[in-house]
């Protein structure tokens, strides 16, 4: 962000500027990243975005060849109803 801000001659707020370090415990590890891998992947609707698109997801779960697709599948559904939770509102107050 800070170089493409820079680019542009573009003044950031502090607070977009720091970093946030997250822990991932390993037993999610695999659907916090096929979330990453797939998080340009939105299904969209009238009313902001509703859902990832599962092809996609699936597709990515076998590239990246995910130990128990299932499982991974059922945990990134509890990251994608939250991410959309939060992508609607911030489109709302905008």
Not at 12 to 41: I, K, N
Not at 50 to 68: E, P, R, T
Not at 82 to 91: D, F, Q, S
Request: hydrophobic share 45%; charged share 25%.
């Amino acid at each position: 962000i800070s170089a493409d801000a820079q680019a542009y001659n573009i003044i950031l707020p502090e607070s977009m500027l720091r970093g946030a370090d997250y822990e991932v415990w390993p037993e999610h590890h695999d659907a916090v990243m096929t979330f990453l891998r797939c998080q340009t992947q939105w299904r969209t609707a009238g009313q902001g975005v509703f859902g990832l698109d599962y092809g996609v997801v699936l597709q990515m779960i076998a590239l990246y060849a995910v130990d128990s697709p299932r499982s991974v599948m059922e945990d990134l559904q509890v990251i994608e109803r939250r991410a959309a939770e939060l992508l609607n509102e911030r489109a709302r107050k905008n």
